[in-house]
């Protein structure tokens, strides 16, 4: 074998593909892409700002071992679950899972983009809903209207206001619901499932390590 060829099998020569059939929910099907590029053709978020790569890109550089590339792109985080990519292609692919497993396997990684907003949505979310098991909407508001500080959140919260008037004259906003409890009546129950769940998915990453 050539210098040439040696260094191209060298440079190729990697495990990111087993990595992530290994760690991504659903990432065995990544191999069965073919390439057409109907899930992004038929992808809602295609062509917004933060659309780095369409999926069939992504699944191509993860089988040329662009580890990386993939696991910083905002690319997965711009999924919005319409599942349209699943319905259309051609060898059925679960896209959708595989583009989330691909987020949360960034996110525990800590390779995921900091600023990306869809993340830091998913964090704020996850954060507001865990301790009582329902999210508090004005908790999640405040939480979106602040994230640049004090003032932002002032003029993004003002620019919402006839929304917010629309709310509370249809008695769907209650501006005493954050000093209020708010959650589920078994929120012991609640935390021992994430618990559980939590063990679960430690004993399965250790078993596929």
């Not at 917004?48 to 191509?60: I, K, R, S, V």
């Not at 985080?77 to 583009?99: A, D, F, G, Q």
């Not at 900091?114 to 004005?138: A, D, M, Y």
């Not at 005493?176 to 063990?199: N, P, S």
């Amino acid at each position: 074998m050539s210098t040439l060829s040696t260094q191209a099998a060298a440079k190729y020569n990697n495990n990111f593909l087993k990595e992530v059939e290994a760690m991504v929910e659903e990432g065995d099907w990544v191999k069965m892409c073919m390439q057409c590029g109907v899930c992004s053709g038929s992808c809602p978020t295609n062509f917004q700002a933060g659309w780095d790569h369409p999926p069939q890109e992504l699944f191509m550089m993860i089988r040329a071992g662009k580890r990386e590339e993939v696991l910083t792109s905002q690319s997965m985080w711009m999924c919005t679950s319409c599942y349209n990519c699943i319905v259309r292609c051609p060898r059925k692919l679960p896209i959708t899972h595989i583009m989330h497993g691909l987020a949360t396997y960034a996110h525990q990684l800590g390779l995921a983009p900091k600023n990306q907003p869809t993340r830091f949505f998913s964090k704020l979310f996850w954060n507001n809903c865990i301790h009582t098991g329902r999210v508090n909407e004005l908790k999640l508001s405040m939480g979106l209207y602040f994230k640049d500080g004090f003032k932002q959140g002032i003029i993004n919260g003002l620019a919402m206001k006839d929304v917010a008037f629309g709310l509370l004259k249809a008695k769907r906003l209650n501006p005493f619901e954050i000093f209020k409890g708010h959650g589920c009546k078994d929120q012991k129950g609640i935390h021992a499932m994430l618990k559980k769940a939590y063990e679960i998915e430690a004993q399965r990453k250790t078993m596929k390590a």
